[in-house]
């Protein structure tokens, strides 16, 4: 038997079964792991690591390549994790659309600031303690609106 090495994990069998059918179709052998388990009882998919798609080493490779062709695997574009950037609003501003792709997958996103939580339950006091902001999940911006 050949060495394995998990490619993808997923939290249900039946997706890990759809990938297995593509990959084998392009010539991949490949093997499912821990899918009885979390047949059994789904919540334990969870603590075991999820259900296993297993690919030999010398065909990793080329298994990763498919799925991330498919989409499968995305990969992601640390260049966008700057930070949040400022974006001055007008008239003319869409705000349901983010600002940079022009893409309607945005929801506001509220953080609140340890500094502020800390001040908020020695002092009692009631005032705001989130920060809020939007994101894009489809560029991965995140951008906050000024009037000025």
């Known amino acids: 038997m050949e060495n394995w090495e998990t490619l993808i994990t997923f939290t249900h069998p039946h997706e890990a079964y759809l990938v297995k059918g593509l990959l084998e179709s392009g010539g991949i052998e490949t093997i499912v792991r821990d899918e009885l388990t979390a ?23 080329n298994a990763n390549a498919l799925l991330i062709e498919k989409g499968y695997i995305t990969v992601t574009n640390e260049d966008y994790k700057q930070g949040i950037e400022t974006v001055i609003l007008n008239e ?10 022009q893409s309607d997958n945005v929801s506001r996103k509220k953080e609140a600031s340890i500094f502020v939580v ?15 902001h939007f994101i894009c999940y489809d560029c991965h911006k995140e951008w906050k609106y000024s009037k000025k």
């Open 92 to 101: 003319t501003t869409d705000t349901s659309l983010c600002p940079f792709c």
């Open 39 to 61: 047949q059994v009882y789904s919540l334990y998919s969870n603590a075991i690591g999820g259900v296993k798609l297993d690919v030999q080493q010398n065909d990793f490779n």
């Open 118 to 132: 800390v001040l908020y339950f020695l002092l009692g006091a009631i005032f705001p303690i989130f920060k809020r």
